[in-house]
């Protein structure tokens, strides 16, 4: 089965995606407030949704060019409609960059192992959604994103 997949053009350098990709200060703007990120290869990063929470290990990044985390933990807390928290284990994000310009970079991004198969996928496929074509876009494109925070889901 396909894994979840997003290409997306964005207006923005190469340089200025990446440091979105792999620092805290950019994970906090797009993805989740709450995330400890150590973007060293090797090291694991904790992300928080809630009561949700990863733990991914950098497993390799290429400046401007390439980031892979593996997750080596994962509980998705949603009771009564999740029966299996800890599906992303052993799952694989893969964000490639590749520079259109010096003002515009495709991201391609990859949740390798997140497929229809698992119970998740479809919350997960949604989540991706908004986090990358939205959130992630907004951030680097207009500088505000919409991450996880105390007022996610948004009423505006």
């Not at 340089?15 to 973007?39: D, I, M, N, S, Y």
């Not at 284990?89 to 495709?106: C, M, Q, S, Y």
């Not at 907004?138 to 505006?156: F, T």
């Amino acid at each position: 089965m396909d894994a979840y997949h997003c290409t997306l053009d964005l207006n923005v350098s190469a340089p200025v995606l990446f440091k979105a990709l792999t620092t805290p200060e950019g994970f906090q703007r797009w993805w989740t407030e709450f995330c400890e990120v150590r973007p060293e290869p090797g090291e694991t990063s904790v992300f928080r949704f809630g009561q949700t929470h990863m733990a991914l290990q950098l497993e390799s990044l290429e400046p401007d060019r390439s980031v892979v985390w593996l997750c080596t933990e994962h509980h998705h807390h949603l009771p009564g409609i999740l029966t299996r928290t800890d599906e992303w284990v052993g799952t694989r994000l893969r964000f490639a960059l590749h520079p259109l310009d010096e003002e515009k970079t495709r991201l391609e991004f990859h949740h390798e192992g997140l497929t229809p198969d698992l119970e998740c996928y479809e919350i997960c496929r949604s989540g991706w959604d908004h986090f990358l074509t939205t959130s992630l876009k907004n951030y680097v494109e207009r500088g505000k994103g919409e991450p996880y925070n105390d007022r996610y889901p948004y009423s505006e």
